[in-house]
């Protein structure tokens, strides 16, 4: 004892002031932690995303010639009556169909990116979240 009377042990009150400032340093060291992970994986799945949205504009840049090539079909079934558009026919059907495979896979693409939400950090946060819960129990 010192010349007070008083202890030179810590005090209850210090020691939990030193625990509330320890778990408040974890628990922002783990909040800028999941935000880290939860960026990776939304960047990962806004590239996807990105591919399909491409993806889908050149199917809608080969529709338009498709759709371009049927009419030049047309204007010539109607004005020659000759065999020349049956050529531009099956160009524009052939032009269509590959618009068709690079839709689908836009749409697989953009699939494959959704739900938008970082599911792995949202995972890790529930799982985080789980164990402060079952700590603080104790």
């Given at each position: 004892?010192?010349e007070?009377?008083?202890?030179?042990?810590?005090?209850?009150?210090?020691?939990?002031?030193?625990?509330?400032?320890?778990?408040?340093?974890?628990?922002?060291?783990l909040?800028?932690?999941?935000?880290?992970?939860?960026?990776?994986e939304?960047?990962?799945k806004?590239?996807?995303?990105?591919?399909?949205?491409g993806?889908?504009?050149?199917?809608?840049?080969?529709?338009?010639?498709?759709?371009?090539?049927?009419?030049?079909?047309?204007?010539?079934?109607?004005?020659?009556?000759?065999?020349?558009w049956?050529?531009?026919?099956?160009?524009?059907?052939?032009?269509?169909?590959?618009?068709g495979?690079?839709?689908?896979?836009?749409?697989?693409?953009?699939?494959?990116?959704?739900?938008?939400?970082?599911?792995?950090?949202?995972?890790?946060?529930?799982?985080?979240?789980?164990?402060?819960?079952?700590?603080?129990?104790?």
């Amino acid at each position: 004892m010192g010349e007070t009377g008083r202890s030179t042990e810590p005090r209850a009150d210090e020691r939990v002031t030193e625990l509330v400032k320890r778990a408040t340093e974890q628990a922002s060291l783990l909040v800028r932690d999941e935000v880290r992970l939860a960026a990776a994986e939304l960047a990962g799945k806004g590239k996807r995303a990105g591919i399909g949205i491409g993806s889908l504009g050149g199917a809608g840049l080969l529709a338009l010639y498709g759709v371009a090539a049927l009419l030049a079909a047309a204007v010539l079934a109607l004005t020659l009556v000759l065999p020349a558009w049956a050529a531009a026919l099956i160009v524009g059907a052939a032009v269509l169909a590959v618009a068709g495979t690079a839709a689908l896979v836009g749409k697989q693409q953009i699939a494959r990116a959704n739900p938008p939400l970082p599911q792995e950090a949202k995972a890790s946060v529930k799982a985080d979240i789980a164990e402060i819960k079952e700590r603080a129990k104790r």
